[in-house]
């Protein structure tokens, strides 16, 4: 399906290199077309893989690991259609099913949050059940959100209805109207840690609480939304929420989760670079990238990691 996106990304996230057998996929989906707040995120991809080029490639966590050692491809963007929901969402499908089918592991690159569910339903089409993290600021579960059934706002909801996870945990969720805590409250597939639960805690704390619930879980799909972060450092996003987690307590919970056999696949979204012209929050969202890929290439290759808490 080379047809469905570009054939080189502008510029390329990472080593620019193509393995003969790539363990993880690199795409990007610059698409924003129900973005109700600040739009923009159709220019994260290119300002993210650009960030990419201007950080080290070490892992904080690792000595001695770097992104140069992961076996990725960059396939480019997707090939969206601007305005156009359903379409640009059949089109990642397919695309995301083929990347799967190839034993790869997407890493997507967005654009708005809806894009997740084109995600998992290419994840769900090649034979993947996966058990959900989400870190957000937003439960996404309304009904409807300005007369759409199909947003940023409705998405997980979407996805509840017709993939129904076995475990969906939000992580880092501050900010919903009363008929979707009554929703995620009514659900028992649904568990969620607010970023203020979650500086009571402790990120390890709840880490182990995370662990727990996915024990049984044959696949994990992660989404990191970057409102989930304070937009004390991470302001460039769509639709920021004060009082949200740190970087340090972001990575802490998904070292836990990159460094398991079990991901299938990682997406990271809403960053909305017209919003942030220092460019600090491509930058974080590159280094979460980053981190990620090199823990779970580590851990693919059976290499013990140590000094890493939890």
Known sequence: MRELYTSRAECHFGPERRPAKPQYTILGVPFDSTSSYRPGQRFAPLEIRRATYNIEWN????????????????????????????????????????????????????GEHLILYGIIEGLVKSGKKPCLVVFDAHFDLREEYLGLKMSHA???????ERFNPSIVYYVGVRAWEKAELDYAKMKKEIHYETSIGLKRIGPLNL????????????????SIDMDAIDPAYAPGVANPEAVGLTPHELLLVLYGLATDER???VDLVEVTPPYDPSGVTSILASKILVETLILNQLVRKGEKISGIPG
């Not at 491809?73 to 059949?90: F, R, Y």
């Not at 409705?154 to 509840?160: E, H, K, L, S, W």
Request: charged share 25%.
């Open 59 to 110: 892992s904080v966590f690792v000595d001695e690991a770097y992104l140069y050692d992961v076996e990725l491809e960059d396939i480019g963007d997707l090939a969206v259609i601007h305005g156009d929901p359903k379409a640009t969402l059949q089109r990642l499908s397919t695309v995301i099913e083929e990347i799967v089918e190839e034993n790869r592991i997407p890493v997507v690159i967005g």
């Open 154 to 160: 409705t998405v997980m909801r979407r996805i509840m």
């Open 207 to 222: 880490l182990a609480s995370i662990r727990r619930r996915l024990s049984s879980c044959e696949h994990i799909y992660v």
């Open 263 to 265: 991901l299938v696949g």
